[in-house]
């Protein structure tokens, strides 16, 4: 099991930029963000295949965050750019050893998230 330790979460006006971070024990084939609102389900943001460097974002991102990986440090960075209120919630790391990756995929292990808030 891949221990996850998230960070970086707060609170900013519309438009702001905050930049997350995911510390982990392994690095397995596919790592990944999702967020939840609440009185939701927890949603699929971007995801990253750690062997090819493929990545993957939902369509409402559109430009606006970027996932990556430092693997000497051991962290899953995710750039949140021009945020929105609707981008509030709490934002998860999560890990897949095996299989495909893309945002849907159905992750294993998770972090214990850290909250966005998005308001003027």
């Known amino acids: 099991q891949v221990q996850l330790v998230e960070s970086g979460g707060g609170s900013v006006q519309p438009g702001g930029s905050l930049l997350l971070s995911c510390r982990y024990s392994?690095?397995?084939?596919?790592m990944g963000w999702l967020r939840q609102h609440p009185g939701k389900e927890r949603e699929g943001v971007a995801a990253l295949n750690t062997g090819g460097g493929s990545k993957y974002y939902a369509a409402f991102v559109r430009g606006r965050f970027t996932i990556s990986q430092d693997k000497a440090k051991n962290i899953l960075y995710l750039q949140l750019n021009n945020l929105k209120p609707e981008d509030t919630g709490m934002y998860y790391c999560a890990t897949k050893p095996t299989g495909g990756c893309s945002t849907n995929a159905e992750f294993r292990d998770w972090g214990q998230g850290t909250q966005v808030t998005v308001s003027s």
């Open positions: 392994a690095s397995v084939r596919c």
